[in-house]
Structure formats: C-alpha cells, structure tokens
C-alpha cells in the first residue's frame, strides 16, 4: 500500500518563474492538503482539495494555486516565483471526515534564485 | 490569531529516559490536538491524537496528555531511544470535514546514548 508521493523531490527556479508540484495520495484517501515549510519552521496550511474543490485556504496569495483531479491526484502550482518562496512543500492526503488523520508525503525542496 | 506553540525548542535526554514535551495552544475551539515526528529530509511523520473531550490517550510508548483548562498539551516518550531523535511538533484541527492542520514551532529532541 502506497503511501503519499511527491515529485519532483528536489527543484531549483529563478525568481519570476513558474513552478507545479504533483501529489498523489494514499491509496483509499480522497483529500489532499498542501502545506509550506520554511527552514526550522512549522508547515504552514496553503489548501485542501476534495471532490476537485478548493475547500479550505491559508494565508496565502493568489500566487499559489491548485488542482485536484478525479483520481484524486493534485498539483500545486506558485506564479511569480519569489526568493521566499524557497521551501519545503508538503502534501498530505486524508479521508474527508471527521477526526480524520492526514498522513504527509516526503515533500519537494524548491530554491528559488 | 490562533496559534499552537511550543515552551522549549531543545530537548536533550538520555537514552532509555523518558521524555516529555510540551505545547501551549490558543484556540480553544479546537476538536483534535495531534503530534507529528519529524525527521530531516522528511515529512511529519503522525505519531499520536487526541481529541477535546479526552485528556489522556496512550499509544504504544508515547502518552498524550491534554489539559483545556490550561491549554496546554504534552507528549511523553517512554525508554527513549535514539531512533526517537527528531524535531516534534504539535498541531490543533477544528476537526470536521476541514482538516486545516495549524502546527507550532516545533521541538528537537536529541537522545544522548
């Protein structure tokens, strides 16, 4: 049974420049969630995706966006890329529910330069 | 705003001690209080939940302790190994089908052989 997967793993950009990471869930999971983590911090919340909606929305700028297909696969995508948007980005799947667990992928690294 | 945070950033034990590790949060609204182990290079690995109308859940060596008076947390690591070495985070969820995940700062635990 797979678990989360991300790719790529590692990712290097230039400011301005335009950026798509790809999840795919756990198997049996119907709710991806993307989380930013920048160097010594705590992830912080971008979107969650269920049913290919956006249903819920962090802090974030327009600049990030997303998709969920019918498979339940999803794509995060940052416009505009800044230095700070350097970071580990997390994806994390669940089943849409309550009291439900999400479980992380290992996150793609993107530098941005 | 609403934040779940952490009293010590390092935490340095023995191994074979146990080990305690706390968290202060803010939104008293909360339904699920989760910790989540990280290790380098990977993603929040969950370790164990509780929910707000809990105050003590066990898993296997890890005890979660919840007190809503206080609003504070922790999580006991029992025989600490080295293996348990990693940066540990709490995290609150209003629970629901919206699973916004909000984490702290984080805590590093360093086990001493």
């Known amino acids: 049974d797979a678990g989360v997967t991300q790719s790529p793993t590692h990712l290097i950009k230039t400011r301005g420049q335009q950026v798509t990471l790809r999840c795919s869930p756990k198997s049996g999971h119907d709710t991806v969630s993307w989380y930013q983590q920048a160097l010594g911090q705590g992830p912080q919340f971008i979107f969650q995706?269920?049913?290919?909606?956006e249903r819920q929305r962090g802090n974030f700028p327009d600049r990030f966006s997303g998709h969920q297909f019918p498979n339940y696969s999803s794509e995060l995508n940052v416009n505009a890329l800044l230095l700070g948007d350097s970071a580990l980005y997390l994806c994390a799947s669940s089943r849409w529910g309550v009291g439900e667990t999400q479980y992380f992928g290992p996150g793609t690294r993107l530098l941005v330069l | 705003g609403e934040s779940v945070g952490l009293h010590l950033p390092t935490l340095s034990v023995q191994e074979g001690d146990n080990s305690i590790i706390n968290c202060a949060y803010s939104?008293?609204?909360?339904?699920?209080f989760i910790w989540y182990k990280q290790e380098s290079g990977k993603g929040p690995q969950f370790i164990i939940d509780i929910r707000s109308n809990m105050d003590k859940r066990q898993g296997q060596r890890v005890t979660v302790l919840l007190n809503k008076t206080v609003k504070h947390l922790s999580l006991q690591i029992a025989a600490t190994q080295p293996g348990d070495s990693a940066v540990y985070f709490c995290a609150e969820t209003p629970g629901g089908g919206y699973q916004k995940v909000t984490f702290g700062t984080g805590t590093k635990l360093q086990v001493i052989p």
């Open positions: 995706y269920y049913e290919e909606e």
């Open positions: 939104n008293s609204a909360s339904d699920y």
